[in-house]
C-alpha cells in the first residue's frame, strides 16, 4: 500500500499475540480506543479485507456485491439464512448472529491462530483505519504443471491409494490440488521459487489464486508434542490450533510426523538427518507463523530404513497365537491378525523403499503406517480423525503360556 504506513503486524496466537484482533493489547492502535469499536467501524468503512477482498460494508453492500455469500478461499465465510432466518458468519460461517454486523464481526475475528492481521494507517493520524488479513492454507507439492498461457498447477502428493488397507483412513481431509480438482495459478501470483517436495501456502484473492513457498526450518527433530510444539535444534516453534493443512498427506502434518518420528526414537539422535518444518511466512522475520508441515526431504528413504529395521525385530521377536496356551512361556504373541498385518506392513514399506517412482512424500506416510501399525492409532489426534483403525501389534504383545503336557 503506497500511502499507508504499517503500524503492526500481528501473527494471532502466536507468542507476544492474542488470538483475535478485537484484544484490548490492541486498543491504543485506534483512534477510537477500543479495538472492538474499531473493527467494527473499519468493517463499516469497507477497509476491513480477507486475502484482499474487503468485507462487504453493509447489509445492502452484501447483497449487492456478495449475494450468493462472502467467501473465503471459495468457501462461505457470511450468508444469510433464509430458511432458519438469521445471518451466519465466522470461521466457514458457522456462528449464528442476530444481525449482519454481528455476522461480520464473527467473519473479522475468525482468522485462525498462525496467521496474520495487519493495522494500517492511511491518512497520517498514527491510528489504524485499514485492516488486511490473511487467510491461507498449506498444501504439499508433488509436481509443478505449466501450461501454454503461463497459468501454472500444483499437484500434491500422490500414494497410490489402490494399495490402501481396511484400516486405513482419510489421507487427505481438503480437496484441492488434486488430479482433477482443477485450480490454475497466474504466473504473477505464483511463487516461482516453489519446488516438488516443498510446502506451499494458497489462498483465494482478486486475482485468483495464488500461492507462496512455505517458510522452511532445516535442522535436526530434537522434540515435540501434537498440537504443542516442536523443536528443531534449539529452537522451539508453537503449534496453531485451526491452522488448515487439508491438503497435506497426514503424515506430513505435524503432529503426526512427530509422533511417528518420537516412536522410532529417530529425533534427535540420528546424526546427519534433517528434516524441514515449515510455517507461514510473516511480516516481521523474527515472528514465526503456524508451522504448515514437516517433512524428511532426501532423508526420507534413510529414515524408512530405520524404522523397518525396528518392525522386523518387533517382527522377529513375536509369534502368532489365538490364545497363547501354544507359545513357552519365555516367548510372547499377538493374534495371527495382528502378524498378518504388521508383515503385510513391512512387506509394502520395504517395496515402496525399492521403487524409483517412491516420492519422499510416500516414504514418509510408510514411517507413519509403520508407527500405526505398531503403536495403533487411539493416541494420534489426526489418525482417530482421519478414520484410521490399527489396534497396535505393540499394545497386543502378551506372554507365552506354556500349554500343560499333564493329562
Not at 491461507?136 to 498447477?153: L, Y
Request: proline share 3%; charged share 20%.
Amino acid at each position: 500500500m503506497n500511502s499507508s504506513s504499517l503500524l503492526r503486524a500481528v501473527v494471532l496466537n502466536m507468542g507476544r499475540d492474542a488470538n483475535r484482533i478485537t484484544d484490548t493489547r490492541y486498543d491504543s492502535y485506534f483512534r477510537q480506543g477500543s479495538a472492538v469499536a474499531c473493527v467494527a467501524a473499519v468493517i463499516a468503512a469497507g477497509k476491513f479485507s480477507i486475502n484482499g477482498l474487503p468485507i462487504p460494508a453493509n447489509e445492502a453492500q452484501f447483497r449487492q456485491l456478495t449475494p450468493d455469500g462472502y467467501k473465503v478461499n471459495q468457501v462461505s465465510w457470511l450468508h444469510y439464512d433464509a430458511a432458519a432466518g438469521h445471518w451466519k458468519g465466522g470461521f466457514q460461517g458457522q456462528k449464528t448472529a442476530a444481525s449482519y454486523d454481528a455476522a461480520a464481526m464473527a467473519v473479522a475475528t475468525g482468522i485462525v491462530a498462525g496467521l496474520e492481521v495487519r493495522l494500517y494507517d492511511t491518512d497520517g493520524d498514527e491510528f489504524a483505519d485499514t485492516i488486511e488479513a490473511d487467510y491461507k492454507e498449506g498444501v504439499q507439492v508433488q509436481e509443478v504443471i505449466r501450461f501454454p498461457d503461463g497459468s501454472v498447477s500444483v499437484r500434491r502428493g500422490d500414494i497410490g491409494t489402490t494399495q490402501r488397507t481396511a484400516e486405513e483412513g482419510r489421507v487427505f481431509d481438503g480437496s484441492r490440488f488434486t488430479t482433477t480438482s482443477g485450480e490454475r495459478i497466474s504466473i504473477a501470483h505464483f511463487d516461482t521459487k516453489i519446488s516438488p517436495g516443498d510446502v506451499a501456502l494458497f489462498w483465494w484473492g482478486p486475482n485468483g489464486w495464488a500461492m507462496q513457498r512455505a517458510r522452511e526450518v532445516k535442522g535436526r527433530f530434537v522434540n515435540g508434542q501434537d498440537h504443542e510444539s516442536y523443536t528443531i535444534d534449539n529452537e522451539v516453534y508453537q503449534d496453531a490450533m485451526r491452522f488448515s493443512r487439508d491438503n497435506l498427506l497426514i503424515s506430513n502434518r505435524p503432529g503426526e510426523f512427530v509422533n511417528a518420528q518420537k516412536f522410532f526414537g529417530l529425533n534427535g539422535n540420528v546424526e546427519g538427518l534433517k528434516v524441514s518444518l515449515w510455517l507461514v511466512p510473516t511480516t516481521d522475520p523474527s515472528a514465526s507463523g503456524a508451522p504448515v508441515g514437516m517433512t524428511s526431504g532426501s532423508n526420507a528413504s534413510s529414515f524408512l530404513s530405520l524404522a523397518l529395521v525396528q518392525a522386523r525385530r518387533w517382527l522377529s521377536d513375536v509369534l502368532p497365537s489365538t490364545e497363547g496356551t501354544d507359545v513357552l512361556a519365555t516367548r510372547r504373541w499377538v493374534p495371527p491378525t495382528l502378524y498378518e498385518q504388521l508383515s503385510k506392513a513391512i512387506l509394502r514399506a520395504q517395496m515402496a523403499l525399492d521403487s524409483a517412482d517412491s516420492s519422499d512424500s510416500a516414504l514418509d506416510y510408510q514411517v507413519y503406517l509403520l508407527y500405526l501399525t505398531l503403536n495403533g492409532s487411539a493416541e494420534d489426534i489426526g489418525a482417530k480423525f482421519g478414520g484410521y483403525r490399527y489396534a497396535g501389534f505393540v499394545r497386543a504383545i502378551q506372554s507365552g503360556k506354556l500349554r500343560s503336557t499333564v493329562p
